[in-house]
């Protein structure tokens, strides 16, 4: 029993010698991939240990509202530009101007310099080329019944990127096309790589708002899909990163972001099919910035109806 | 009833267990199949019930054949209409008393006056208070009771029984021995009984029939076994046999000390209350012999036995 | 000390395992730190959760019926017929319960959706898709998984019944059905209420394939919407807990009404030595029909899933799916070289696994043995099995939440350790009580009374004797801990993967053939150590 004890005791021990110097905490989405080699690459760099959690935005979130007594992250980055804003409304958010700032997309960085637009992602239609072998057609013309029960939809409550979109598009277009698009079969899958899962296996044909740099990786590895974006316009979504006021290693967290501003870190971006945040590094291996039809976002309006309007969607695409 | 068993053999799996027997139980008889454990005699009875198929030969029941391996018949044991008592009672636990009586009554369809008969059953084991309780709260003789009645409830002609008293204490087992032949022969039941104790054989059997791997050896009386047993293995499973040579032996209450005789060695020597046990060794054979007094371990005594007491069996 | 032993572990057990069930209770009817039980009765009449909560019982209802329709003629199958003698189908139907529920029912996902395995196999099977993603698919799913306890259960429980008590009654003139129905299946009654309610209690408190296959149907169920309160922005602990209160007393009532039915219902079957069961020799048709049965039953429950998980862990490019050259084996090779994760769930869940099941075995075997003294230590250790395992990880999460000044070790991979060796220890406490049960208490007093101190008695006398029981808890432990997922699901501290959620993760963003490559790794690895675990109790037979 003594043995037990001490056991419990070594265990407890342990524990506060591991709380030690030199880290920086991340919480961030995925792809995972990426996450990794940044942090990776951040550590050998610096000699301070990334240590990350990996998560959907609902996960993160959740998380920060767990550990609000006890904090842990330092930086926090979502793949939704409105739900940063909403964080920052919240007031949980270090402003800070990172090095490099002067080199970044305007608008990626919001007036208050707190959310900074590393990455972005757009969402498009990926469509599978085994059943379609070509596909054009614009937003709401998927709601033709030639369409029924292949489409799909990743789901906005898990897919920042998706709400984003739909509170955009809702924002400038109204409800009709999805209200159409949902009585014309439309299902909601999962998340973004779930939903894109079941278009590459054929489960649905078609994928609405999906996410293209999952699209572009899949596709050069051989998979039988394609994407495009409609040319009523897509959103375009800055994957924000934050610091949070309440980080442990303020000074650590700063250097992260100033590193995922550097040009290394922006060319693992281009990298993984995202587009990079800074105007000077250009993506190679898939459709740029200035290539892709956009909808004019207003972020405000977009925040406050993001949230109900991600609901909507999963409602009226229950049935 | 009659019981008629011929030509039967039974193998499990490799083993032979019942080898070519025949035997004809007369009607009204009580006959006990006796042997050691192994010998094939649970397995016989189990193959009158219906419980085991042979491998071959035919078993009638009065005139009803009921096995025949020739004619491809085997009644399965609901159609045979026997009694069965078995070693570990076979009561059914989640049944009263009553009711476990009354199943084989009503499994026939056989319900009129079933009450009537089910408390008759009960008083001839004078169980008649007991009929509203769970076999678990009886005591072991009372179950064993509640197994008679169930048996013989449905009045059949041949009863089976397979060591119903084993269970029980040696106390207990005296006294049901009698109650249980009387239950039987006052009814005119056939009954065929299991046992390897050969006391109880010899106290209730009007026929014994001695087995031994999967053989009858003698299948007579209690009294002409003993007198004259058919085979070497007779004489040694029942009664104790003092032996000259491997063909001839005497009983030893035949036997008396005297002058002369067949000289024999004083092994050991055990006070029995009203007599001496004396363990005799003659020419290394080991005898028991019955005496009044105490003899000291290493005398040398003669036993005397008259002529006509000097058993000769013929086949070894 | 040892007086005081039995004390001192209901001490560390009330901190263990009662402290973490007073948090559910505390958070559910103290929101503000009020009495007061508005939140807990509008959390459950919140319409949706109302809905959920029929949907769970409705769940565990359906399920006992679909196992006891593969569970019974199984086990009657495998007790009184002459497959009783194919003693490896008891390994064979151990499979099912090895194979993770999230896995297998990943497994059914990938075979039965639209254009997935079997259509590719079968194209005119399309139509099963939609009648599979539905309530039927799921009870079949779970139904799949259970079915192996109630079958032994009921196996059990036939071979006790000497067969005498069916021969009686043959003798007595009674048919095989009237057999059957007057006195098999009574005496049986008592074992079915039993197993039927621990089928319902395992339903509802599984949280595997309900976050696969029910998630995916959009059927939500207790232990699901558990989880989405506790861990799903905007959180609500006190909703949560709500409803894990409820759960506890459903489970309560079960195990009461179970407890009650073992003294009314079960019999002690009685008389002197009980015969040998002797078995029915089936005609050959009849053995067909059995053969066709079996055949069906592992087909569904084994081949398939398992079918699915490899050759989908084989798949090269998802889009092309089982098509010649569309195989590859990079996926496992992904697994340990992508990146360090595969490696690194791999590792803590080795860690975990280890180290719970050693603390777990010293923890276990000493409260099976005072249980002797006090059967309070025993009963509070059983408590974790009793509990859904959601349940009492959502209250150790808010257990050590709260009391993190004093003790941090929430957010560490300690609380990992600590919640797995209090899911885990009644393994241990049974199989040591059960090879202490089979101790005579002369054996110790005879080393006694040879001059053996209490101390050297059970050094040299009762421990080499439960070594065995306590082996056999630590191989189990190992086994259940290496696979776990509901703790750290809900409670895995930043950066930590564990096997479980790397798969559940891989699945869910898409890298279905990495997931399952770890899948097969891990089905793999459980079933190499339960090997070596039977063979490690084998030898104890020939006591």
Not at chain 2, 114 to 135: G, N, S
Not at chain 2, 153 to 164: A, G, M, Q, S, Y
Not at chain 3, 470 to 479: A, D, N, P
Not at chain 3, 517 to 537: D, E, G, P, Y
């Amino acid at each position: 029993m003594k043995k037990t004890l001490m056991i419990l005791l070594v265990l407890i021990t342990a524990v506060s010698v591991a709380m030690a110097e030199g880290t920086v905490t991340v919480y961030m989405p995925s792809p995972a991939g990426l996450a990794n080699k940044l942090a990776a690459d951040f550590e050998a760099k610096t000699g301070i240990e990334v240590r990350t959690f990996q998560g959907t935005t609902g996960e993160i979130l959740a998380r920060l509202e767990t550990e609000r007594e006890n904090p842990v992250a330092d930086v926090v980055i979502l793949a939704s530009w409105s739900d940063g804003l909403s964080m920052k409304e919240s007031g949980q958010i270090e402003s800070y101007v990172p090095a490099d700032a002067d080199k970044v997309v305007p608008g990626w960085i919001d007036e208050d310099s707190m959310l900074f637009g590393y990455s972005a992602s757009a969402v498009g239609v990926i469509y599978n080329t085994l059943i379609y072998p070509e596909l054009s057609a614009d937003w709401a013309e998927l709601a033709d019944s030639q369409y029924q029960n292949d489409i799909a939809i990743p789901d906005p409550e898990l897919s920042g990127a998706c709400k984003d979109f739909v509170a955009g598009y809702v924002n400038k277009f109204g409800w009709d096309t999805f209200e159409a698009l949902a009585a014309n079969g439309m299902v909601v899958p999962g998340a973004n790589r779930a939903a894109l899962d079941a278009v590459t296996t054929g489960e649905v044909g078609i994928l609405l708002a999906g996410v293209d740099y999952n699209a572009y990786s899949s596709m050069a590895a051989g998979e039988p899909i394609a994407i495009y974006y409609p040319e009523s316009g897509t959103v375009v979504n800055p994957r924000p990163a934050m610091i949070m006021k309440t980080a442990p290693e303020m000074e650590n967290a700063k250097l992260f972001i100033d590193y995922l501003f550097s040009e290394d870190a922006q060319k693992m971006v281009a990298d993984a099919y995202l587009l990079p945040g800074r105007t000077d590094i250009t993506n190679t291996n898939r459709s740029t910035l200035d290539q892709i039809p956009q909808i004019e976002c207003d972020w405000d309006a977009m925040m406050a109806i993001s949230s109900e309007s991600a609901a909507r969607i999963n409602e009226l695409c229950a049935r | 009833m009659r019981i008629s068993v011929r030509n039967v053999s039974k193998r499990f799996s490799s083993k032979t267990v019942i080898d070519n027997m025949s035997i004809e139980i007369p009607s009204g008889s009580f006959t006990t199949l006796l042997g050691p454990s192994g010998c094939g005699k649970t397995t016989l009875l189990r193959m009158i019930a219906g419980l085991e198929t042979p491998d071959s030969g035919e078993i009638y029941l009065g005139e009803k054949c009921v096995y025949s391996s020739e004619k491809g018949i085997s009644l399965p044991p609901e159609e045979r209409g026997l009694g069965f008592v078995f070693q570990d009672f076979a009561l059914w636990p989640h049944m009263k008393v009553k009711d476990n009586v009354a199943f084989g009554l009503r499994a026939q369809r056989r319900t009129e006056k079933l009450e009537e008969k089910v408390k008759a059953a009960l008083h001839a084991v004078q169980l008649d208070e007991y009929a509203e309780r769970y076999p678990s709260e009886l005591s072991g003789g009372q179950q064993q009771r509640v197994s008679f009645a169930r048996a013989i409830v449905t009045e059949p002609e041949c009863i089976l029984f397979d060591e119903p008293l084993s269970a029980l204490d040696a106390l207990l087992r005296e006294e049901m021995r009698s109650e249980l032949k009387a239950l039987v022969t006052s009814r005119g039941i056939t009954s065929v009984f299991v046992t390897h104790d050969q006391t109880e054989a010899m106290s209730m059997s009007d026929l014994i029939a001695v087995l031994s791997a999967g053989k009858i050896e003698q299948y007579d009386t209690p009294e002409t076994i003993y007198a004259h047993p058919a085979t070497p293995f007779s004489a040694k499973f029942i009664g104790s046999s003092n032996w000259i040579d491997d063909r001839t032996m005497f009983r030893p209450e035949s036997a008396s000390i005297g002058t002369s005789g067949f000289e024999a060695e004083v092994h050991g020597s055990e006070f029995m209350g009203s007599f001496y046990r004396l363990l005799l060794s003659h020419e290394g054979r080991k005898w028991i012999i019955d005496a009044n007094e105490r003899h000291d371990v290493g005398e040398t005594l003669m036993i005397s036995v008259p002529q006509n007491s000097i058993i000769t069996i013929k086949e070894a | 000390m040892r007086n005081r032993l039995p004390i001192l572990l209901i001490i560390i057990l009330s901190i263990l395992i009662i402290c973490p069930l007073l948090s559910i209770f505390a958070e559910a009817v103290f929101p503000d730190g009020q009495f007061s039980l508005t939140q807990a009765i509008d959390t459950i009449t919140e319409s949706e959760n109302a809905r959920m909560i029929g949907s769970s019982l409705l769940l565990g209802l359906l399920v006992v019926i679909v196992s006891s329709a593969i569970a019974l003629p199984l086990a009657f199958i495998f007790s009184r017929t002459q497959f009783a003698r194919y003693r490896f189908f008891d390994i064979i139907f151990m499979i099912p319960f090895m194979t993770p529920p999230y896995i297998a029912s990943m497994g059914w996902i990938l075979f039965m959706q639209r254009r997935g395995l079997l259509q590719q196999l079968i194209p005119s099977a399309a139509f099963l898709s939609d009648w599979f993603f539905s309530l039927a698919g799921l009870v079949l799913v779970m139904s799949f998984h259970v079915f192996p306890f109630m079958m032994t259960m009921m196996k059990n429980a036939m071979l006790a019944i000497p067969s005498s008590l069916d021969e009686a009654g043959a003798v007595l003139g009674a048919r095989f059905p009237l057999r059957i129905r007057k006195l098999f299946m009574p005496l049986l009654t008592g074992n079915y209420a039993i197993g039927a309610l621990l089928v319902f209690v395992k339903t509802i408190s599984e949280y595997g394939t309900p976050s696969t296959l029910g998630r995916r149907i959009g059927f939500e169920v207790f232990t699901t919407d558990i989880h989405r309160y506790a861990t799903v922005a905007p959180i609500e602990f006190g909703k949560s807990a709500s409803l894990a209160s409820l759960l506890i007393g459903i489970c309560l009532v079960i195990w009461m009404l179970q407890n009650y039915i073992t003294m009314k219902k079960t019999y002690n079957i009685v008389g002197g030595r009980s015969s040998a069961s002797r078995i029915i020799t089936l005609k050959p048709a009849a053995k067909a029909i059995c053969w066709i049965f079996i055949t069906a039953v592992i087909f569904f429950t084994m081949v398939i899933p398992l079918f699915s998980v490899i050759a989908s862990s084989l798949i090269k490019l998802r889009g092309y799916g089982l098509r010649a050259g569309n195989f590859t084996l990079n996926n496992y090779i992904l697994v340990f070289t992508e990146d360090r994760q595969g490696i690194n769930a791999l590792s803590v869940s080795i860690f975990l696994a280890v180290t719970s099941a050693t603390i777990a075995a010293f923890l276990g075997t000493a409260c099976a043995l005072s249980s002797r003294k006090s059967r309070l230590v025993e009963g509070i250790a059983l408590i974790p099995e009793m509990l859904p395992s959601i349940v009492l990880v959502l209250g150790i999460m808010l257990f050590y939440n709260r009391i993190y000044k004093a003790v941090p070790i929430y957010g560490t991979i300690w609380i990992m350790v600590l919640s797995y060796v209090i899911l885990f220890l009644p393994y241990t406490v049974q199989y040591v009580s059960s090879s202490l049960s089979q101790i005579s208490g002369s054996l110790r007093a005879a080393g006694r009374i040879c001059g053996g101190k209490p101390g050297y008695v059970f050094r040299h006398i009762t421990l080499p004797l439960i070594s065995r029981g306590i082996l056999s808890g630590w191989m189990m432990t190992f086994i259940i801990a290496f696979r776990e997922l509901v703790t750290p699901s809900l409670i895995a501290p930043t950066n930590t993967l564990t096997v479980s959620t790397y798969i559940n993760r891989q699945f869910e963003q898409g890298s279905v053939g990495k997931g399952m490559a770890m899948a097969v790794i891990c089905i793999a690895f459980s079933t190499v150590s339960l090997l070596i675990l039977n063979k490690a109790i084998a030898p104890e037979k020939h006591r």
